[in-house]
Each structure stands twice: as structure tokens, then as C-alpha cells.
């Protein structure tokens, strides 16, 4: 363009549609590419298979995003909800298109996404990313052509555009396709601005189009609400001649449209009080762990923007000021970025650059018009993210530069296009450059593990975010010595950091130093309370800050637990209230506690001052299970009914029915020691009803479990599977509609693990089982999880699990708290040791100081394993010593089952051709805990089976059954009973054998 061409004049011919099929195949290339192949540095396959970063929170964590791929009629619920839903409901950001779109995702997957298990789940959101990434590309190329006069410029610019690595945040994660949805509205409302020329409203329909697509960027994201000021800066560099001031006026000339697009603002800004009831978010929902610079005054915060916003510039380029090694990074929170004194001479440097820019773009406007608007149009698309005039969620993010960058492309292709021909394939270059560039860096974004490690060690790692992240990540993985690392790395940063002190206790009661736990929980509890100056105020969101259920928590571990010490957990909470704070969850826990203590006189006194303060249903609850355990069921009863009648059934106050509906859950619960049938009925009637809160969903789905599950005869395996399948069902309903974590949620996920693990749901039984270990010490859990890692063939970590649980189910002296569990754990520990091979020393160590503890349960292992691997010496010793500890007839089944184990393998190491020794032992090794053998003897039989013994093999088989179901296989159990059930000469009564088992299988995996 010479100085004095027409600014912005149209091309003379249309786009070319090869160069447009580059465009795309490039930017389909460099992002398709790693969804579909690893790279030599990936050792965990592509980056298609895992959500990462805020989009596997909002898929997993969303009420309405989560529920859609299992209920695709709540797609539209998307354009009423928040864009983080309850999970984060203060936020209050209003993006119904993006949310939309992200629903569509789940409809097309069909599968709810599970971090266990992402299976193929999201892969359709991530296609959707590419597809608007390539959307983005060919509209930079068509709005190149109009605004830059040239179909060559807007094919560069495309080019230029189409494989940056800067997107890869906003497209490697699904949370980006708000920035992605956005832009492409945004490129295409300017296009249709442009196409309506300078007298728009001769062009309704270029108009109209322009302000439809105005109104869709803005529900896509925030940020577009800028765009009619881009559209302004934009027409001050399409006038023909004259200097800035000519281009204002002529920009100005369409004033009349722009007010168009501020009735499309108004209109929105209306929406979204309408949906949300408030248009910015609420006090407090920031954090300036995320942006520091919410904690400065205005002078400050603006400065360090415009530092940020000039740095930004070279991150959009690969050159990022920001970053540990001047690479991209995911995270820049608390204090990647340092916050500086308002006249910094960082600070002052980069006020001087901005001016520098700006005010030579005003000096140069004659001779590059389009080019001088474009320089304001990029700074004009960051203002509102930019947190120069009002702050926002984060102090920068690669995912904000994302629209920018294409200002920036057609800014930069005038340039390359001046060279002609050698310009095209320079773009082609730089393009395939950054391709390789993209390719490289969607490592990273495998998985959370891999993001945050990079993130935290590498990119930045001064984020306090990124630490703790990381440690989430390494929580996951079970790792928590090195997740505890982390989060102390994150409390260093930001000593107010509470959510990792939170995490870091959580890892700390993971690895069973519950005790070390207590110090950062106690710890954000003080805080949270000085912060509030000791004043109790109802907290509405139930969160993992929650003051309340930290009381709780604390409550458990120290008072109730055993390992607690309730006496100085009085002494703490004592503290609180000397010092003024009056809560009622305080004084109702100080009840709980002194209740534990046997002063119950005071714990008496005590619920009835938490009811004074406040009636909460909790301590309604509590100080009604408190009677009804010391037999005053009656005095319950009165307490609930009468908090329902001082509500009043006529009351329209919403709290006061929910509270009403709380104590009538209570009368429920008091009926289910009474009668469980009674409560089964009143809990089902108030689901029934609706109008509960989340919280009250959720027991009453729990209390439902309860009293299916203890309803159910033990005689009816049918009845039990059916029991089994629904009350799995509630129980997820349960924990998917509360949020938080609580004793009920607590009791919910304790009794889902056994009902997922029931029916072979190893992938959500390992992540409800993590959520537990989590929340509270559970070495019964930490036994499930080895008997998880054990069915899948994993038997290292199966090992470590094991020892983990033995080790929590042992007191100080190493004496078994429960010995049945002990034993049984300890017994799956030795065997997934042995199937390792190789660990015979450890094995060794084991049986000798189990030898060495000389009880019953150590005399019970010494046996098992001795008949296992066939020491028959041995067993015959641990035989007496079982006699001589346990006296009596309850040894005398074990003792029989042992000798009749040694029998029958003796029998076979003289011939393994006897059937009704291979299946004998069959059972004896299924009872001993021995699965392995269990499972190779019985298929052994079946192969020597006369094909013409049908019963026998039918018989044979529901011992193979057993073995399948008992290692977590019901569904391969259920296919073996099926195949023989298939054969013809089964008997009438085989048949109906088979039957009985197939149904109670079929009931038992119903979904």
C-alpha cells in the first residue's frame, strides 16, 4: 500500500479457495497432529484423550455440562446457567453461546467425562476447538482482504494467523472455546461492519448481520464488549485522506450505527442482570492469588497493566518477558508476575513504550492509515481483560491474547506482502515454523500431571498457582510426600494461600499423619475467622473454606477419630469462642466433642446454646441424634416437630421451608432406627415432593440407599443386586448434586465404593475411593484401592496399597485393630508381591514379623501363606499355634478349610488330572483369599471337563463365576454364566441355577 492508496479500499476479486484450503490445512495440521499422534517427547500417547486446566473443572465440576452427554434434553438449560455453574457461582460470568457450544460437545460424545477413565469423552470438545480455530483463520483471511484492500494481505495475515503457538492454551484447553467462539463472532461481526461501508444503514442486512454477530461474541465471552469500539478505531484508518483528525471525524460519521451497537450492549447487559441478577461479579469472588493486583490501589494496578500489556506483545510473538525460560507457560498467578511500585522503572519503561507506540501511530497516521488503526485497535481489544481500569479473575493469560493475535497478523501482513511473492512464502514459513512450534508444545497439555509439572518446574515457576496445581496433580497420582512439597512451595510464595493449606492437609491425612494435618486446617480456620474479626456470619457457599465444615472436619479427626484427642480439640474450640466467636457450628462441635467425652450434662447444654444462637438443621440434627442415642427418642421427635411447626407448613420464606423440609428428613432418619421400612417410605415421599436444597438431596438419596440396602433380604440375591444397582444410582445423584464435603457425603462415597466395586466400576471406584482418602485417614479404603489396582493386573501399586492399609489398621504396638480386614489385606498384599516376582526378601520380612508378633491374626496369615505356597511343615506348626490362640469352636471351620487345602494340593502334585480335587481347591483357595490360585485351578478343571458333562460345567463355571466377581469382574462372570447356560443338556435344575445367578449379574450391572 503506497502512502496514498485508499486506506482499506476492497479487493478487486474474491478470496482464492486454494489459498483459503492452506490456510486451513496448515492450522489443521499443526493442531490435529498432536491430538492424533504423541511426540517423541510424549511418553503418555496424545493430548486427545484427557481434559486439562479449568475445561476438565467445568466439565466435571458444571451441574448442567456434566449431566448432558447422560441427559441431552438439558442442552438448553446452558443459556440460563452461569458459565462455571454452582461450582463457582460468585463469579457470575454469563456465556450462554459458549456454554452452549460445550454442551453440544456432550451431546455428540454421549459419555459423561471421567478423569479415571476419559475413555474417547472428550474428544469431541476438543474437535470442536480445532474446527473454531480454523473458522478463526479463514475469517482473519476475509477480513484481511477488506480491511487491508488486498486478497494477498488477508492471505498472509491468515497464514500468519493460523498456527501461533500462543493459542495453544485457548485451544489445547476445552475452557478456550469461549476465547475461540468469541473471536470468530467477533471476526465476523467486523467483516459484516466493513461490508455495510460508511452509510450503513443503506446495508440493513450487512448491518444487521454485523449487530447479530455483535450480540453473539458478547455471550461467547466479556471480552467483545469492545467491539464496537474496535469497529470506531478501525474506521478512523479507512478514511481516504487527511491526518488522524480526518480519520476521526470520518469514524465518527457512523455514530449513528455504533449507538446501534450500543442498544445491542444494553440489551445484553439486561440479559445477563436477568439470568445472573447482578452484572459484575460479587465482592470477594476474585482472588489475588490469581491477580495480585486486586490487592493494589488503582495508580498501582493500572501501571503494572501497562507493563503487562506492552510484555504481552512479545509473549504473542514466542518472546515472553513473563515466563521462567522465556517460553509460553499456562500459568502467570502470584508472583510469576511481579507486582512493582507504580513508578517502577519497569514500569515507567513500559508507559513510555506504550506512548511511543500509540503516539506514533497518531504521527505516522498519513502515510500507513490501516496499519496506525490497527495499533490502536490491538490495545483496544485488550482493554477490558487488560485490568487497567477494572480488575479481572487473572493478572494475564496466553488464552487473552488469542483475538489480539489476529489484529496483530493483519497489522504485521502489509509487510511481508511489500515483498511480492518471496512475502507469501516467507508467511508459509514463519506459518509451518510455528506449526512445529504448536506441535511441540501440545505435549504439555497431555494431562494435568504433565501440564502442571512443566508449568510449576519450568514456565513458571515463581506461580504459586502452578505449585499448587501441581501438587493436585501429584495428589492424584497418589504421590503425596511430593505433593505436600509443592503446596508448602505455594504457601511460600502466598502464605495466605488457606486452599493449599487445605490440600496440604489433605496429603497429609493421605500418607496418615493426621496429626500434622491438623496444624494447616486449624491453621485457615483462624484465618478465615480474624479475616471475619471474629463475627459469625453464615457462609451461603459450601466450599472447601467453608469455617463450618472445617469445624467438622477438624471435629472428626481430633475429637471423634481414633488417634484423636478430643481434650485438647475441647481446649481449641474453647479458644474460639473465648474470643468471640459466637457460632453455632462452634458451640454444636464443643457438644459433639464434650458428648465423646462422656460430660454430657455440658454437651447438653452446649447443643441447646448452638440452637439459641442459631436452629440450624445441623445442630437440630445433631442434638437430635444426641437424644436419640441415650433412648429419648420421643424428646426428639418433639425437637423436630416442633422446628416444623415454629416454621409454619404456610410460610414463604424459602430458608424457612427448607429448614421445615430438614427436620422432616430428620423425622425420617429417626424412623430408620425404628423402622426402616417407614423411613424408606417418608425419605422417598419428600424426594418426591422436590423443593429440597442440594444438601438435603442428597441425604435423602443417601438415607434411601441406607434403608433399600437394609430392607433387602439375605436370602434374595436377586433383590440385593437390584438393591445394589439403584442405590448406586442414588448415591451418585447424591454426591452429584451436593457440593462440598461433609459427614453425609462422607457416609455417601464410603458406601458407593462397595457398590461400584460390586459391579466392576473400577475407574469410578479408584476416583471415589481417592476422594475419600482425601477427606479423612481410611485404611479400609486404601485396602479397596490395592483390591482395584489388583483385579487390573497392577500389582505394584496393589502392593503399596495394601501396606499402606495393614499399616493403618494396626495400633501403635502393631496389634491388629480389626483382624478379619487385617488379615484378608494383609493376605493380597503377600499374593500381588508374589505375582510381581522377584520380592521373596520382602515377602520373607513380612511373614517373619508377623512370626515375630506372635496373635491370632499373625498365626491366621502364617497359615494361609504356608498352605499357598505349599510348606506343609510350616502349616502343620501354624496349625497348633492357630489352636492354642484361638480356643474353641471358631477356629475349627479355618483349621478344617486348611487341612483339606493340604489334602487336596497333595492330591494334585500327584496328578492335576482330578476334577473334584481341582475344583475343591477351587474353593478352598477362593475362601484362604487365594485368587490366583483359585482362578487357575478352576479353569484348569474346566478344561478337563467332558464336553458331555454339561451340569458339571455349569456347576465349574459358577465357581469361575465367583472368583470373576470376587476380583471385580461381574460383567466377565456374567459372560461365562451366559456361554454355558447357552449349551444344550443342561438339566432343568442346572438351568435354573444358571438362571438365578444371570439374573441376579444382570440386575446387579444395570446402569
Given at each position: ?29 499443526c ?42 434434553g ?5 443459556l ?22 460445550l ?26 476447538a ?113 491526518g ?67 510484555g ?25 508476575i ?91 514459513v ?11 508444545r ?81 491453621a485457615?480456620?483462624?484465618n ?8 459469625y ?130 423425622e ?28 438435603q ?36 445423584k ?49 485396602g479397596?484401592?490395592?483390591e ?16 499402606l ?41 513380612i511373614?517373619?514379623?508377623?512370626r515375630a ?113 470376587r ?5 466377565g ?12 443338556g ?22
Open positions: 500500500m503506497t502512502a496514498n492508496a485508499p486506506a482499506g479500499a476492497a479487493p478487486k476479486e474474491g478470496s482464492n479457495p486454494l489459498e483459503l484450503a492452506l490456510v486451513a490445512l496448515l492450522a489443521i495440521a493442531l490435529l497432529t498432536p491430538y492424533l499422534f504423541s511426540s517423541p517427547t510424549t511418553t503418555g500417547g496424545s493430548v486427545g484423550n484427557e481434559l486439562v486446566f479449568d475445561g476438565r473443572e467445568l466439565l466435571t465440576q458444571h451441574e448442567v455440562l456434566s449431566a448432558i452427554p447422560e441427559e441431552p438439558r442442552l438448553f438449560e446452558t440460563t446457567t452461569s458459565w462455571w455453574g454452582d461450582a463457582y457461582a460468585e463469579q457470575k460470568l454469563y456465556r450462554p453461546a459458549s456454554s452452549f457450544v454442551g453440544l460437545g456432550g451431546v455428540v460424545s454421549g459419555e459423561r467425562y471421567d478423569p479415571a477413565n476419559p475413555g474417547s469423552a472428550a474428544v469431541p470438545y476438543k474437535l470442536f480445532v474446527s473454531l480455530k480454523v473458522i478463526c483463520a479463514l475469517l482473519v483471511v476475509e477480513l484481511g482482504a477488506l480491511l487491508l484492500g488486498s486478497r494477498r494481505r488477508g492471505f498472509i495475515a491468515g497464514l500468519l494467523f493460523a498456527t501461533l503457538p500462543v493459542h495453544g492454551e485457548a485451544i489445547f484447553d476445552v475452557a478456550g472455546t469461549a476465547e475461540l467462539l468469541c473471536a470468530a463472532f467477533s471476526l465476523a461481526a467486523w467483516t459484516a461492519w466493513l461490508k455495510a461501508g460508511d452509510r450503513p444503514f443503506e446495508k440493513p442486512l450487512a448491518l444487521g448481520a454485523s449487530l447479530l454477530l455483535l450480540f453473539g461474541a458478547i455471550h461467547a465471552k466479556e471480552s467483545a464488549y469492545a467491539l464496537p469500539l474496535l469497529f470506531f478505531l478501525g474506521d478512523i484508518g479507512r478514511v481516504r485522506e487527511g488522524f483528525g480526518a480519520g476521526v471525524k470520518h469514524a465518527l460519521s457512523k455514530l449513528p450505527a455504533l449507538a446501534a451497537c450500543a442498544v445491542v450492549i444494553g440489551v445484553s447487559l439486561g440479559l445477563r442482570m436477568a439470568v445472573l441478577g447482578s452484572i459484575a461479579p460479587a465482592a470477594g469472588s476474585l482472588s489475588p492469588i490469581d491477580n495480585p493486583l486486586l490487592d493494589t490501589d488503582p495508580l498501582t494496578r493500572a501501571m503494572n497493566a501497562v507493563r503487562i500489556l506492552v504481552g506483545l512479545g509473549t504473542a510473538v514466542g518472546l515472553n518477558p513473563f515466563s521462567g525460560n522465556w517460553g509460553f507457560s499456562a500459568d502467570y498467578s502470584m508472583s510469576q511481579p507486582v512493582l511500585g507504580a513508578f517502577a522503572p519497569a514500569n515507567l519503561g513500559a508507559l513510555a513504550v506504550l506512548i511511543a507506540i500509540l503516539g506514533g501511530s497518531v504521527l505516522l497516521f498519513k502515510k500507513c492509515r490501516t496499519r496506525a488503526s490497527l495499533v490502536l485497535c490491538y490495545f483496544g481489544a485488550l482493554l477490558i481483560v487488560s485490568n487497567l481500569f477494572v480488575p479481572i479473575g487473572t493478572i494475564f493469560a496466553e488464552r487473552l491474547l488469542f483475538f489480539p493475535t489476529a489484529i496483530l497478523a493483519l497489522f504485521l501482513a502489509p509487510f511481508l506482502a511489500g515483498l511480492g511473492s518471496i512475502g507469501v512464502i516467507v508467511a508459509v514463519i506459518a509451518l515454523g510455528n506449526g512445529y512450534w504448536t506441535y511441540n501440545a505435549d504439555v497439555w497431555h494431562d494435568n500431571a504433565n501440564l502442571w509439572r512443566d508449568t510449576a518446574n519450568k514456565t513458571s515457576p515463581d506461580s504459586a498457582r502452578a505449585q499448587f496445581n501441581h501438587g493436585v496433580a501429584l495428589a492424584r497420582e497418589q504421590l503425596y510426600p511430593l505433593a505436600e512439597s509443592s503446596f508448602e512451595k505455594a504457601l511460600e510464595i502466598a502464605p495466605d494461600f488457606d486452599l493449599a493449606r487445605i490440600q496440604q492437609a489433605a496429603a497429609l491425612m493421605a500418607s496418615f499423619r493426621t496429626e500434622e494435618a491438623l496444624v494447616p486446617l486449624r485457615v480456620v483462624i478465615q475467622v480474624v479475616a471475619d474479626d471474629f463475627k456470619e453464615r457462609d451461603p457457599v459450601v466450599g472447601l473454606l467453608n469455617v463450618d465444615l472445617l469445624l467438622f472436619q477438624i471435629t472428626q479427626i481430633d475429637a471423634m477419630d481414633a488417634g484423636g484427642d478430643p481434650e485438647r480439640h475441647l481446649a481449641w474450640l474453647d479458644g474460639l469462642i473465648e474470643e468471640g466467636y459466637e457460632s453455632p457450628f462452634a458451640h454444636l462441635y464443643r457438644a459433639e466433642t464434650l458428648s465423646k467425652l462422656g460430660r454430657n450434662a455440658e454437651a447438653e447444654a452446649a447443643f441447646r446454646r448452638s440452637l439459641e444462637i442459631e436452629p440450624t438443621p445441623a445442630a437440630v440434627r445433631g442434638f437430635g441424634s444426641f437424644l436419640r442415642i441415650r433412648g429419648r427418642n420421643e424428646e426428639a421427635l418433639a425437637l423436630y416437630q416442633s422446628e416444623i411447626g415454629r416454621l409454619g407448613s404456610e410460610s414463604t420464606d424459602a430458608n424457612d421451608k427448607a429448614a421445615s423440609i430438614e427436620f422432616k428428613l430428620q425420617a432418619d429417626l424412623e430408620y432406627l425404628r423402622d426402616p421400612a417407614r423411613a424408606n417410605q417418608l425419605v422417598s415421599a419428600l424426594i418426591e415432593a422436590g423443593g429440597m436444597t442440594p444438601d438431596l442428597s441425604r435423602a438419596l443417601i438415607l434411601r440407599a441406607q434403608t433399600r440396602l437394609d430392607l433387602v433380604p439375605a436370602s434374595d440375591s436377586l433383590a440385593a443386586a437390584t438393591a445394589v444397582a439403584d442405590s448406586a444410582r442414588d448415591l451418585q447424591a454426591l452429584g448434586t451436593y457440593q462440598g464435603q461433609s459427614e453425609q457425603s462422607y457416609i455417601a462415597l464410603y458406601m458407593l465404593v462397595d457398590l461400584l466395586m460390586q459391579q466392576g466400576r473400577v475407574g469410578m471406584a479408584e476416583a471415589t475411593i481417592l476422594e475419600l482418602v482425601a477427606f479423612r485417614r481410611a485404611p479400609v479404603l486404601h479397596r484401592l490395592g482395584l489396582y489388583a483385579n487390573t493386573g497392577n500389582h505394584d501399586k496393589a502392593a503399596e496399597q495394601f501396606e492399609s495393614t499399616s493403618g489398621l494396626a495400633d501403635e504396638t502393631g496389634a491388629p485393630l480389626d483382624p478379619g480386614i487385617y488379615v484378608r489385606t494383609r493376605m493380597l498384599q503377600l499374593h500381588n508381591l508374589a505375582a510381581l516376582g522377584g520380592r521373596e526378601a520382602e515377602i520373607a520380612e511373614i517373619g514379623a508377623e508378633r506372635a496373635d491370632a491374626a499373625a498365626a491366621s496369615i502364617d497359615a494361609y501363606w504356608s498352605a499357598a505356597t505349599g510348606d506343609w511343615s510350616a502349616l502343620e506348626a501354624a496349625i497348633i499355634d492357630l489352636r492354642d490362640r484361638v480356643p474353641g469352636l471358631s477356629v475349627q471351620a479355618t483349621i478344617g478349610q486348611l487341612e483339606d487345602y493340604r489334602q487336596v494340593a497333595q492330591a494334585l502334585a500327584v496328578s492335576d488330572l482330578d476334577l473334584g480335587s481341582l475344583t475343591r481347591q477351587a474353593q478352598l483357595a477362593l475362601e484362604l483369599y487365594n485368587y490366583p490360585r483359585a482362578k487357575s485351578a478352576i479353569e484348569r478343571a474346566l478344561d478337563l471337563t467332558p464336553d458331555s458333562d454339561t451340569d458339571g460345567r455349569a456347576f465349574r463355571t459358577s465357581i469361575l463365576a465367583q472368583v470373576l466377581e476380583t471385580g469382574n461381574p460383567a462372570a456374567l459372560e461365562a454364566l451366559q456361554a454355558v447356560a447357552a449349551l444344550e443342561v438339566s432343568v435344575d442346572g438351568r435354573a441355577f444358571l438362571g438365578e445367578q444371570i439374573e441376579r449379574l444382570e440386575a446387579l450391572l444395570s446402569t
